[in-house]
């Protein structure tokens, strides 16, 4: 019986194999910016609904206690001010003020320091933390060391960095307590700096503003946004007293900045400087979403501002009764 001869199996060339490497290269080269884009469009609506929830809370807390929470709750007089500390990365740091003399670190004493996203709490189905505070005790106790390092989705956005539970560090950089971190702070207002006295925003010291407070319009006033870890850590939590808010070393900006307590759960809009901008400063909401930046109103609805929005527009949505003009179609 005659045998058919095998016939013999063929590879691939060293030409065809590299022809199929730089093909499936050039498919990778186009699929992984289409995943990485799909995956920030739903980071962005992850963090969106992780701000209209925080508005409709704010709703709730407002239907029973009769106003909004405060920014932060203090009963402490003890207030020792001085300008915001400004220093550069180098590896060895002297501290100025913006005249150039050396200054003593500014100290804030918030106590007991619970911010308005430990006020929030009950109203987001965070009942079983929520009962373990009492909000007339300092939060720097010893009894809620394992409460302030409970992360909480509602307030991480999925882009952020730097975010988890984190050291707070005093303003000569001593460590405090470690804390859990928030991407999103409350509107101070306008213009100025964040401090103990009261904002042109929402949100302040001991605030207890009332949606008829608010004659601008609940919905043309910036209520929350997000002030993310990638420009400077914060707690959830509140202002821890006597601790301080600064640029985290990798944030996008060009220069560090400390600043005091205040600022933790407190957030400004600029009249002069735009939405993510390089020289963003710790008390400035910031977004790690590129060039927008998500917000929260005063009537709940969640809007999306650009970094070309107006610096009038900005200070107009900061302020709760500033009767400026808002230009509604920049958002």
């Known amino acids: 019986m ?9 590879g691939f060339t060293l030409i065809e194999l590299l022809v199929v490497i ?3 290269a050039v498919l990778m080269g186009l699929l992984v910016p289409a995943v990485q884009k799909v995956r920030e469009a739903a980071a962005r609506i992850s963090c969106k609904n992780n701000l209209h929830q925080m508005g409709l809370a704010l709703h709730h807390y407002h239907d029973t206690k009769g106003g909004f929470p ?31 003399g050396t200054v003593p670190p500014s100290v804030i004493d918030t106590t007991p320091g619970w911010g308005w996203a430990a006020f929030l709490l009950p109203y ?8 373990q505070i009492d909000y007339e005790t300092p939060m720097d106790l010893p009894r809620y060391q394992d409460l302030r390092k409970t992360t909480l989705q509602v307030y991480t956005c999925p882009s952020d960095r730097n975010t988890g539970v984190y050291t707070v560090l005093s303003a000569w950089s001593l460590p405090l307590n470690e804390y859990a971190t928030n991407s999103y702070a409350a509107c101070y207002g306008d213009w100025v700096a964040v401090t103990e006295l009261p904002g042109s925003g929402i ?3 001991n605030s207890q503003t009332r949606i008829k407070n608010i004659t601008d319009g609940t919905s043309t006033t910036i209520a929350l946004g997000e002030r993310g870890c990638i420009l400077s850590q914060a707690p959830w939590a509140g202002a821890v007293p006597a601790g301080s808010c600064r640029t985290v070393p990798d944030a996008p900006v060009y220069q560090s900045v400390i600043v005091p307590a205040s600022n933790l759960p407190l957030a400004r809009l600029s009249g002069r400087r735009a939405l993510n901008d390089p020289t963003s400063e710790p008390y400035d909401f910031f977004s790690p979403h590129g060039s927008v930046v998500n917000f929260v109103f005063a009537d709940a609805s969640v809007h999306t501002l650009s970094r070309g929005t107006s610096f009038d527009n900005l200070r107009a949505l900061a302020t709760r009764a500033g009767d400026e003009i808002v230009n509604e179609s920049e958002y």
């Open 203 to 205: 949100f302040y010291r």
């Open 22 to 24: 730089a093909i499936i």
């Open 124 to 131: 987001l189905e965070q009942d079983a933390i929520a009962r």
């Open 2 to 10: 005659r045998q058919t001869p095998a016939l013999g199996r063929r």
């Open 70 to 100: 405060p920014g932060y709750y203090s009963t402490s007089v003890a207030v020792l001010l001085a300008p915001p500390l400004r220093f550069t990365n180098a590896p060895r740091v002297r501290i100025h003020d913006r005249a150039g």
